[in-house]
């Protein structure tokens, strides 16, 4: 649930996904607004080819892809939150609480066999029974000592902790002990409606103490697991982390024998699954992919409408865009239906733009925040850039003797971000504005260019969580420092933002939260901080007798049931 929400640090901990779409040549028109909303309503919550536990044969070896090779397996480090490293964490980690499709949150029995909220007085107070057979592979049991660590860890008091995101953990005032070892009381100093998103995952006491474990602990291994299965084999050269099925699991046995997660470039996944060499592709917005795969035999298409989505981040750190008016230009300046209908022609998805931050089009609390800036007007880019005092010499614009010319960085392996680029090149072109694309290698793109603020312009997909607002904290909060940025790349933010985010994320009436989320999106549309371009397909192709494996929507993963129909 959390980080594009399954269970991640925090409520809400957004994942990074690595990718983008595909081709087309021709430039197809979005549908209507009304016919797109239609067309994503009938999307399913799940299709995941749900069987029974004891109709799914045991043993046997899933083999997936990662879109890159990672070093960091903390998922709650800023290099760590990616939709990669939470794949393999659902395998073997701890969490307190499992989403369903319908995005309701319940506490995970494995770890935690109950949990309540309730006011105390003006304090929100939560407990948690944690199972008293959960123990971490080195032995020691799973207690409130892991919960408080975590809490301490990731709740922002202590700066050396490079977390990803604070959300929750800042508004806990303490963790303690109750009864036992395997009760946890934990008190919160501000309210948090979604503290049913917190420690997921959960890691150990021993590696959350120091910020020396935290950020360096995880690094090219896994010290301890408390799954179903276990981590087997890290092969640095292979670029494989293989699972095994761990005999010390406490909870139902899993199916599997093993799992074998692999890098591979995104442009050679559609070919490996074609050769069955892995046993799922992702296909979030690549028709040549999808036309390939329909035309393996046995395979299975699978899609749900996820919680997540396309964007642009755009750095108002970076020198020549640090004026926000320079940034509503550029805004205007990119005709974002044309994105998002050549990003997802023939993908049998709602051709749809997205027009807020926080909510999908298929959330009930979506409105369209964009309003003139999300329009494409490239006459009002062009007089914003005028005034800013950028005066058009030539091809391209120039101030102080200087030529406006930004970077449009991506992954050089995934042809639709080069396509989007390409695209972005031509439209700021016609604003006098040079831009140039820049693809760096796909497991350097986060880590030397996205999280450090080296770029300007990046196109990369955030996966969301049931907790939407839990995004406000972590993507959208004005830094704290050069090192406490926690998701927010562009490293921008305002004081009044920052207030509303602070009532968003504490108000317990669910639709008064929607309102406040509705009013910080319009600020964020004012910031220009991301661009949002449409709610990326959840589509995967796969062997047609997988079980419970598939586009999971706002579910998590039940690794314990996933394997081959009998």
Known sequence: MKVGYKAVAGAALLAMALTACGGAAEKPKAASSEAAQEAAAQLPGSTINPVAYDQVADGGTVKLALSQWHTQWNYNQVNGTHADVKDLIDTIMPRAGVANDK??????????????????????????????????????????????????????????????????????????????????????????????GMFSPLYPASTNETPEAFNKGWIDKVPVTAGPFKVEKIDQTAKTITVARDENWWGQKAKLDKVIFRAIESNATINAFANGEIDVVE???????????????????????????????????????????????????????????????????????????????????????????GTYNPEKAKQLLDAAGWTQDGEYRKKDGKEFAIRFTVPASLPTAKQEGELTQAMLKEIGVKVTVEPVPDDKFFDDYVIPGNFDIVPFSWLGTPFPNGALPQIY??????????????????????????????????QKAIDLGNEA?????????????????????????????GSFGYADKQWEIVGFTK
């Not at 105390?120 to 592979?137: L, P």
């Not at 964007?311 to 230009?329: P, Q, Y």
């Not at 090192?483 to 504490?506: C, K, T, Y």
């Open 521 to 549: 999106d319009k600020l964020i549309w004012d910031l220009v901080h991301t661009i949002p371009m449409y709610q990326r397909p959840d589509i995967h192709a796969t062997k047609k007798n997988l079980a419970n494996y």
């Open 103 to 196: 995005a309701d949150v319940v506490n995970d029995p494995n770890y935690v066999t109950e949990w309540k909220m309730e006011l105390q007085g003006d304090k929100q107070v939560v407990t948690y029974k944690i199972n008293d057979k959960a123990t971490w592979s080195d032995g020691t049991p799973i207690t409130y000592k892991d919960f408080q660590a975590q809490w301490k860890a990731l709740n922002d008091e202590n700066k050396k902790f490079q977390v990803s995101s604070t959300d929750g953990y800042d508004r806990v005032e303490s963790v303690e002990k109750g009864d036992t070892d395997q009760d946890v009381i934990v008190t919160f100093a501000k309210q948090y409606p979604d503290w049913p």
């Open 477 to 510: 909060k004005t830094p704290t420092g050069a090192d406490n940025f926690g998701s927010n790349f562009p490293r921008v933010g305002s004081p009044e933002l920052d207030a509303i985010i602070e009532q968003a994320v504490g108000e317990m009436d669910p």
């Open 283 to 373: 296909i979030p917005a690549n028709a040549a992919d999808l036309k390939r795969a329909k035309e393996v035999p046995d395979v299975d298409i699978r899609k749900a409408a996820a919680p997540n989505w396309r964007h642009f981040t755009v750095n108002g750190s970076a020198e020549l865009l640090k004026d926000k008016s320079v940034r509503h230009a550029i805004l205007m300046g990119i005709n974002r239906e044309t994105i998002a209908a050549s990003d997802l022609k023939d993908m049998d998805w709602p051709i749809q733009v997205l027009n807020n931050h926080l909510y999908m089009n298929t959330h009930k609390g979506y409105v369209d925040n964009s309003g003139e800036l």
